[in-house]
């Protein structure tokens, strides 16, 4: 969504019409600008989508859409959740600091720049996220619980979802993405 209104495509301009509204942007226009996405050629070989479906309208949408005669490549849509403790989440998305300038990322609970509030790199003062507080993490939890659980539920139904822990190091989370992914595409191919 965000490459789609820096580009200012058709969908991007709408998207970001809606969002300035305050208002979420709807699963027709979402799908859309993944379908556009998943249409372009180094996609061919299959893709990994990051927050995408978050409603069981979007996940009907991608299987319908990788079910299509015409669409290449033919795969299953898998999915796999990456599961970290509540609190363990509250910490990483309230704790997370941006330098404006080169864009490095600290968390002030687990990765703290060495002088308080600076960036390592160029010394800017750090900055937070708008949406990056706890009243927002608290609507977003309700949201994944009423929107993205069920979407959780259709893919374990289908036997295509699996679990990996993130509440362990990048390396390992990584492993875990590639055991789950072969272990599916496996199942399925």
């Given at each position: 969504?965000?490459?789609?209104?820096?580009?200012?495509?058709?969908?991007?301009?709408?998207?970001?019409?809606?969002?300035?509204?305050?208002?979420?942007?709807?699963?027709?226009?979402?799908?859309?600008?993944?379908?556009?996405?998943?249409?372009?050629?180094?996609?061919?070989?299959?893709?990994?989508l990051d927050g995408y479906p978050r409603t069981l309208?979007?996940?009907?949408?991608?299987?319908?859409?990788?079910?299509?005669?015409?669409?290449?490549?033919?795969?299953?849509?898998?999915?796999?959740?990456?599961?970290?403790?509540?609190?363990?989440?509250?910490?990483?998305?309230?704790?997370?600091?941006?330098?404006?300038?080169?864009?490095?990322?600290?968390?002030?609970?687990?990765?703290?720049?060495?002088?308080?509030?600076?960036?390592?790199?160029?010394?800017?003062?750090l900055t937070q996220r708008a949406d990056d507080t706890?009243?927002?993490?608290?609507?977003?939890?309700?949201?994944?619980?009423?929107?993205?659980?069920?979407?959780?539920?259709?893919?374990?139904?289908?036997g295509r979802f699996e679990e990996a822990d993130g509440?362990?190091?990048?390396?390992?989370?990584?492993?875990?993405?590639?055991?789950?992914?072969?272990?599916?595409?496996?199942?399925?191919?």
């Amino acid at each position: 969504m965000r490459g789609n209104i820096a580009r200012g495509t058709a969908l991007g301009l709408k998207a970001k019409e809606i969002m300035s509204a305050g208002h979420l942007v709807d699963d027709s226009i979402v799908n859309q600008m993944v379908l556009h996405r998943l249409q372009e050629k180094d996609t061919r070989q299959g893709s990994i989508l990051d927050g995408y479906p978050r409603t069981l309208e979007q996940a009907k949408f991608l299987d319908r859409t990788f079910s299509d005669p015409g669409f290449q490549p033919q795969l299953p849509v898998i999915a796999i959740s990456i599961v970290v403790a509540y609190d363990q989440l509250l910490k990483r998305i309230t704790g997370r600091r941006i330098c404006p300038v080169c864009k490095s990322i600290y968390n002030i609970y687990s990765n703290p720049p060495r002088k308080d509030g600076n960036c390592d790199l160029d010394g800017s003062k750090l900055t937070q996220r708008a949406d990056d507080t706890e009243p927002v993490f608290i609507e977003r939890m309700k949201t994944f619980d009423a929107q993205t659980a069920p979407v959780v539920a259709h893919y374990h139904e289908l036997g295509r979802f699996e679990e990996a822990d993130g509440d362990q190091s990048v390396e390992a989370v990584h492993a875990a993405i590639e055991q789950a992914i072969v272990k599916l595409r496996n199942a399925f191919c």
